[in-house]
């Protein structure tokens, strides 16, 4: 798989949102939506773990649960980075409040 193809495939699940756009483009026989989001504006967060028992969250799904526990909503996911087969993050992981 290329590389251009990987980083376009990470847009999975997408809602429309204040500061953001986005476009459906073909490239080599496949069709990608990308978005372009306003990191000034938007909220844009990491999540790996359950805060309540440390597990690995590791499905958009498992995102969206969790942040509807709170009254929030997942717009838009991808992945954030490369990991190992355990989902341990591959290099140096920060994620807010940890």
Known sequence: MS?????LAC????MPAAAMSCETVNY???KYTICQVDAAQEDIRLF???PE??????TFGK???LLG???EKLIIAMNAGMYHSD?????????EGQ
Do not use: F, K
């Not at 847009?11 to 997408?14: E, N």
């Not at 028992?53 to 590791?58: I, Q």
């Not at 989902?87 to 994620?95: I, K, L």
């Open 3 to 7: 590389c251009l193809r990987r980083i």
């Open 63 to 65: 995102v969206d649960r």
């Open 11 to 14: 847009g999975l699940w997408m």
């Open 28 to 30: 080599a026989q496949a």
């Open 69 to 71: 526990q709170s009254g």
């Open 48 to 50: 790996l773990n359950d």
């Open 53 to 58: 028992d440390g597990t690995t969250l590791g």
């Open 87 to 95: 989902r341990r993050p591959v290099g140096h992981y920060v994620e």
